[in-house]
């Protein structure tokens, strides 16, 4: 069974580009929020329940969920926001530690935001926080994802604070610079991981 690497980091840190460095490397990258669309895509139990909660206000036109819309609620309610994870987590931990279990290398990465706010960090070996000063995080969001300050705060309310992330990190990794600047800083962590628990069969 592969070693589990968590790898998370507030909104707008960079986890997906990430992630993205480290499957080109050929290690296998599980990914909480792919999982998400996965268990809410139409006619999915999830969604059903949701809409009967909200309304068929969370959906787009084409009857997917409207995450950007949801998001907006649960993020200003906490009850809700509540309700929605106890429905959602169970059923996506599930399928990352199954993909996880099917994992052949020595060891996967689980993408998973809300990583220490769910207490999935207490299930890793090992985890990777990938780190930005909340100002720059906020910049990026407006200008690459045209949020809203509101929004962003709203989100990042709801998230663990930069401090809290870091306490738990075995291995930082600082994405306040260009982007150019993350492949570095991914292959001493995979070179670390691999010197650890051995080289990557889809190592490419």
């Not at 080289?199 to 490419?204: E, G, T, V």
Request: charge should be negative; glycine fraction near 8%.
């Amino acid at each position: 069974m592969a070693v589990k690497i968590g790898l998370t980091g507030g909104i707008g840190s960079g986890k997906s580009s990430v992630a993205s460095i480290f499957t080109l490397l050929g290690v296998e990258v599980i990914d909480a929020d792919n999982i998400a669309r996965e268990v809410t895509r139409p006619g999915a139990k999830a969604l059903i329940e949701i809409t009967q909660r909200f309304g068929d206000r969370i959906l787009s036109p084409d009857g997917q969920l409207d995450r950007k819309g949801l998001g907006d609620i649960v993020f200003s309610d906490r009850e809700q926001r509540l309700w929605l994870e106890s429905l959602l987590h169970p059923e996506i931990r599930m399928r990352m530690d199954t993909q996880a279990s099917e994992c052949p290398d020595p060891y996967c990465i689980l993408e998973i935001p809300l990583l220490l706010e769910s207490g999935r960090h207490l299930d890793m070996t090992k985890v990777i926080v990938v780190h930005c000063p909340q100002n720059i995080r906020i910049q990026r969001l407006k200008d690459f994802r045209d949020m809203r300050t509101a929004a962003i705060e709203g989100v990042m309310q709801n998230q663990a604070s930069d401090e809290e992330r870091l306490a738990i990190a075995d291995y930082v990794i600082d994405n306040s610079g260009d982007i150019s600047d993350l492949n570095p800083q991914v292959n001493k962590v995979h070179d670390a991981l691999i010197q650890q628990y051995g080289p990557s069969s889809s190592a490419r």
